[in-house]
Each structure stands twice: as structure tokens, then as C-alpha cells.
T-cell receptor
Framework: GEDVEQSLFLSVREGDSSVINCTYTDSSSTYLYWYKQEPGAGLQLLTYIFSNMDMKQDQRLTVLLNKKDKHLSLRIADTQTGDSAIYFCAESYGGATNKLIFGTGTLLAVQP | DTEVTQTPKHLVMGMTNKKSLKCEQHMGHRAMYWYKQKAKKPPELMFVYSYEKLSINESVPSRFSPECPNSSLLNLHLHALQPEDSALYLC??????????FGEGSRLTVL
């Protein structure tokens, strides 16, 4: 599959904003996703964006998509200690059998 | 019910054992998936079932054998595994809009 790259680690203070970045390589992706994984748990879908959109906002989450640069970001406003987890971006072609290609994952550590 | 349930949560097996991982969903989803996740790595797709038929096999070794008895159940049969197969095995399901719902995973240790 195509490589989907993320920075390994991000540390923020509680109450600050967090920005997690993702670079993908396949411009034909239809959907781009952000998943959260807490220690020892499965993956929780946070939000997703269609490839024909530039931005999507969902409560504390803002997703920005730059198709020209193949860059996706997730901004978490007012970050809380409960947001500490690994965040994966993922790209797919959609459809009835949705083959997701996951990014390398970013560990977000929120300091009280 | 928006859950994907996986059993067992933890499994320890020897290299000569035969065991199975089970996954169940009652959301009416027609696609079900097995992913493998090693520590500190992203999940990697193994198999996809669509309408109870195997549609994607990502060149997985034959010691892993998937089975989809009906639209709500997905099994992964394990036989003659190697220690490097130790990982978190994640099941997921999706409807036609592509949003995947994941289970909590089965953590497998092969001795």
C-alpha cells in the first residue's frame, strides 16, 4: 500500500490546542479518517472528511485537508488529559469493502 | 447496538495448538474485516468479507484461516502459528458508506 506518514509524538499542556499532521501519497483516496486508540483498546473513529472538502469541524475537532500537498491535519481544541492516546490517520477508496491504509500513528501526551 | 464484540480478549497458545478468534456485530453491516496490529505499529489489513464472501486476502499465510458463518459473525482460525504472529487482532465491520467500527481486539501471544 501507499505510505501514510505522521510525526511520532506530540506533547501539549491541558487546555492548549493540539495539531496532529498526516501526509499521504495516494491522490485518488476518496475518504480520509482520523482514529483514536487508547492503551490496550481498539480504534475509535473520531471524524472523517470527503476528499472534495477542505475543512470539517465537529465540536472540538477540526480537520483540514490540502489535496495539492496531500496533507491532512487534526486540530483538537482545549485538549484534555482524556485526549491522551495514539491518533491514526487513514485513507481509503470507500465502497462496500473499505480498505483502509493507516498512517504510522502519533502519540499525543497531554500534561496537566 | 453499535458494538463489535471480540472474544477472547486474551489468548496464549503454543505453536502446535489450534485456536479461534471470534467477532460478532449486530449492526446489519455487510462487510467485516480482520486487521493485525503489532506493538507501536498501525493496523495492517488481513482479510475482508463482503456479503459473507471473502473479497480481499492480503497475502496472509495459510496458518490463518478466516470464516464467515453468517452476516453477523466472523472467525479467524489459528493453527501452527509462530511467535512473530503475537499481536493484537482487530475485527471491524462497515456499512456501504465505508465507516469502519472496530472491536476492542484479541491480544494473542504465541509461545
Amino acid at each position: 500500500g501507499e505510505d501514510v506518514e505522521q510525526s511520532l509524538f506530540l506533547s501539549v499542556r491541558e487546555g492548549d490546542s493540539s495539531v496532529i499532521n498526516c501526509t499521504y501519497t495516494d491522490s485518488s483516496s476518496t475518504y480520509l479518517y482520523w482514529y483514536k486508540q487508547e492503551p490496550g483498546a481498539g480504534l475509535q473513529l473520531l471524524t472523517y472528511i470527503f476528499s472534495n472538502m477542505d475543512m470539517k469541524q465537529d465540536q472540538r475537532l477540526t480537520v483540514l485537508l490540502n489535496k495539492k500537498d496531500k496533507h491532512l491535519s487534526l486540530r483538537i481544541a482545549d485538549t484534555q488529559t482524556g485526549d491522551s492516546a495514539i491518533y491514526f490517520c487513514a485513507e481509503s477508496y470507500g465502497g462496500a469493502t473499505n480498505k483502509l491504509i493507516f498512517g504510522t500513528g502519533t502519540l499525543l501526551a497531554v500534561q496537566p | 447496538d453499535t458494538e463489535v464484540t471480540q472474544t477472547p480478549k486474551h489468548l496464549v497458545m503454543g505453536m502446535t495448538n489450534k485456536k479461534s478468534l471470534k467477532c460478532e456485530q449486530h449492526m446489519g453491516h455487510r462487510a467485516m474485516y480482520w486487521y493485525k496490529q503489532k506493538a507501536k505499529k498501525p493496523p495492517e489489513l488481513m482479510f475482508v468479507y463482503s456479503y459473507e464472501k471473502l473479497s480481499i486476502n492480503e497475502s496472509v499465510p495459510s496458518r490463518f484461516s478466516p470464516e464467515c458463518p453468517n452476516s453477523s459473525l466472523l472467525n479467524l482460525h489459528l493453527h501452527a502459528l509462530q511467535p512473530e504472529d503475537s499481536a493484537l487482532y482487530l475485527c471491524a465491520s462497515s456499512q456501504d458508506n465505508g465507516e469502519l467500527f472496530f472491536g476492542e481486539g484479541s491480544r494473542l501471544t504465541v509461545l
